[in-house]
């Protein structure tokens, strides 16, 4: 049986955490790529959930899948470097919920306006809300933890600004959900900003100690 010393450890941390930012990164250049596979779809009033319906909807699962790995990956990189706070172990926990979600999400497409509902659809919905609502609050603990955790001392400054972000990014999103509303270009602004913080977050995380 292998014993793990500060060394392996950290090593393995570096790998989780260095995968994860990749996936993530592969997550964003995904709906970047659907733009151009789905130039019917108007990004004012098409959330990306709606790229996974159609033709090339095989390509937005695959993306989703990438923000499911990434954040189970960052999970890994987190419970490794030892979390020993009641903060980090919430934190770690909300990363796991996500990455399960995002999963949920990729396997079960979205209704579009003008379709009938369908489990599937509704499904859809209450995983987008869970995701959403895991990785906000992921921001605000990791704010709290950068302030009370040595670690994660260099990082302080930008996780109150990502923080507050995400918290704007997601009052403009749920007050654009309407129709006429521009909700489509909110959530993008939404997964822009959650994606820069995912792969900062996760690029950081690979300094980590135990």
């Keep these: 049986m292998q014993i793990l010393t500060p060394s392996t450890a950290h090593a393995g941390v570096q790998r989780a955490a260095g995968l ?28 990306i959930s709606d790229y996974a319906v159609g033709p090339w909807g095989g390509v937005m699962a695959t993306t989703f899948i990438c923000a499911g790995l990434g954040c189970l990956l960052l999970t890994v990189a987190l419970v490794q470097s030892g979390q020993k706070s009641v903060t980090g172990r919430i934190l770690t926990g909300l990363f ?4 399960i979600g995002l999963f949920v999400t990729a396997a079960c497409p979205i209704d579009l306006d ?20 895991s ?12 302030w009370r955790d040595s670690r994660w001392r260099a990082y302080r400054w930008k996780a109150m600004l990502f923080a507050a972000l995400l918290l704007l990014a997601l009052v403009i999103q749920f007050s654009t959900l309407r129709r006429g509303m521009p909700y489509g270009l909110a959530n993008r602004f939404f997964v822009a900003v959650l994606v820069a913080w995912l792969v900062s977050t996760a690029l950081q995380a690979r300094q980590l100690r135990g």
């Design 114 to 133: 003008d379709a009938p509902t369908t489990t599937t659809g509704v499904i859809h919905g209450i995983s987008f809300l869970v995701n959403v609502v």
């Design 96 to 99: 796991a919920v996500a990455g």
């Design 20 to 47: 994860a930012a990749a996936f993530f990164a592969a997550f964003g250049l995904g709906v970047v790529l659907m733009h151009l596979l789905r130039p019917d779809y108007a990004p004012a009033s098409h959330m």
């Design 135 to 146: 990785l906000v609050l992921a921001s605000i603990l990791l704010m709290v933890l950068a």
